[in-house]
């Protein structure tokens, strides 16, 4: 009797929608906002840099233009369109670490880290989110993180840990590295150049924020993995690893077998290797975006599955099922920009923030400081680019800091603190997607995981925020 209650229950219990159902219901309830939220629109001009920025103090209210449910449909295709450099960016990666794995140096590499670090994987785990949020510090791209994933996942399994780890390690550190950046091009290099700062000045106040708030994410992932080490079958993802371990050879409760690169493998190691370098060298001197490390890579992979030994029949194949695999990152990409379209065409993302503005300025300095972290974190989810916020939003953000008293060094911080943590939190964020897609991990299953370390992410926020208004942080 209580286990046809159970199934009874389990039946009638609501089960939060996945994926792409979730990310439709986000578009129509756009269409809905623009229903409610009046049109309006502030005036825009190309400054110096090229760059479209908004005009402070010009908002005005304009007709509205409400969407349609058609236009709700038509949002999807139009997402895809506006959002296709990163869709695409995001296929050629799947496809070209499809390849990478085809020419065996990824167990090779694996072999060699599990042999390394087989009793110290908190040393492992330490090495992996240091490096990360180094470099996503300087380079502002959090997507590397759909680069690295792949790699981490048989690293993870072979150490004992799960997928979710993988996704943690990786996502989190380049998501504290780009949050809390102390040169990251797409939020404090933008914003500081508006403005007329210094560029990069500011930064020994933002390294404390980057150690404090990578230090949190390190000490929130070692304590999860200390959990599933101990007992593996307390992950969420213990029955879907196993298709992973298979996919990878990775078998539970035995220990790896170590595996010996032959001379090409070597070769292609090395070759695929210089390609990540220079994609970092790219990133840091020339300021390449999503694109071209997609392109770095897709070719540093086919040179490598060459000199490895594979065919060209074989690396088309591979680059085929690579494509497959990560059609459903694209899709989320596309589904995700849909919401803002819709937003956008019916002019109340303006609007939005206007009615922000006006009430932060009625604040005194320091909670107006707060106010604008928190308009961040939350306009993250109609705007989720960290240099597109800054175009929409600090234009406006800089005079009214003035007029509330805030220093403009501590408005960049608010800026760049309530961006760039919620790229890991907020539905309408595409590369959150990705991340999913890759480690099979659901969205409800990671909102649960990551919430608590938001929390904490947070609090160090607003104390940095709050004590950077005190000391006239400059």
């Given amino acids: 009797m209580n286990t046809v209650e159970g199934r009874v229950r389990a039946k009638r219990k609501i089960q939060f929608p996945k994926g792409l159902v979730l990310l439709t219901f986000m578009i129509f309830i756009a269409v809905v906002a623009t229903w409610i939220i009046p049109a309006g629109q502030y005036e825009r001009v190309v400054n110096d840099a090229g760059q479209t920025v908004v005009v402070a103090n010009t908002y005005t209210q304009v007709e509205s233009n409400p969407a349609s449910i058609w236009d709700g449909c038509e949002a999807i295709l139009a997402g895809l369109v506006a959002g296709a450099s990163i869709a695409f960016a995001d296929l050629l990666i799947g496809g070209a670490f499809s390849v990478v794995k085809a020419t065996g140096m990824i167990n ?39 680069a690295i994933i792949p790699i981490m996942i048989p690293v993870c399994l072979s150490l004992g840990l799960d997928s979710l780890t993988a996704m943690a390690l990786t996502a989190l550190s380049t998501c504290a590295g780009f949050g809390a950046a102390m040169a990251n091009p797409f939020t404090v290099v933008i914003s500081q150049n508006m403005v007329g700062l210094k560029l990069y000045s500011g930064a020994w106040y933002r390294l404390i924020g980057l150690v404090l708030i990578a230090g949190a994410a390190i000490w929130y992932v070692l304590r999860y993995a200390k959990k599933i080490k101990k007992n593996p079958q307390s992950s969420i993802m213990y029955e879907r690893d196993k298709k992973l371990r298979v996919e990878y050879g990775v078998e539970e409760g035995k220990e790896i077998q170590h595996v010996t690169m032959n001379f090409r493998q070597k070769a292609a190691a090395v070759t695929f290797l210089a390609g990540f370098v220079l994609m970092i060298f790219g990133c840091i ?29 074989e690396l088309a194949d591979h680059f085929l099922q690579g494509l497959k695999d990560f059609v459903f990152i694209a899709a989320c990409v596309g589904f995700a920009r849909g919401t803002l379209v819709i937003m956008e065409n019916a002019m109340i993302v303006d609007t939005i923030v206007n009615a922000v503005a006006n009430v932060i300025q009625a604040f005194p300095p320091t909670l107006s400081a707060f106010g604008m972290l928190i308009f961040q974190a939350l306009f993250n989810f109609i705007v989720p680019s960290g240099s597109g916020q800054a175009l929409l939003t600090m234009p406006i953000m800089f005079p009214l800091a003035d007029v509330c008293g805030v220093t403009a060094q501590t408005a960049i911080l608010a800026f760049q603190f309530g961006d760039g943590f919620t790229n890991l939190l907020w539905p309408t964020c595409g590369s959150l997607w990705g991340y999913l897609a890759l480690t099979k991990v659901e969205y409800t299953e990671w909102v649960k995981f990551v919430a608590p370390l938001m929390g904490i992410w947070y609090g160090i926020a607003a104390v940095l925020v709050i004590v950077a208004q005190l000391i006239g942080f400059a």
């Fill in 285 to 313: 001197n020339f300021g390449w975006d999503l694109s071209m490390i997609a392109n770095v890579l897709l070719w540093s992979a086919f040179i490598s599955g060459i000199v490895s030994g594979l065919s060209l029949n």
């Fill in 108 to 146: 090779g590499g694996v072999s060699l880290v599990v042999k390394k670090f087989k009793s110290r994987y908190q040393i492992a785990i330490i090495i992996i989110m240091i490096c990360c949020s180094t470099m996503c510090n300087f380079i502002g791209l959090s997507e590397l993180s759909m």
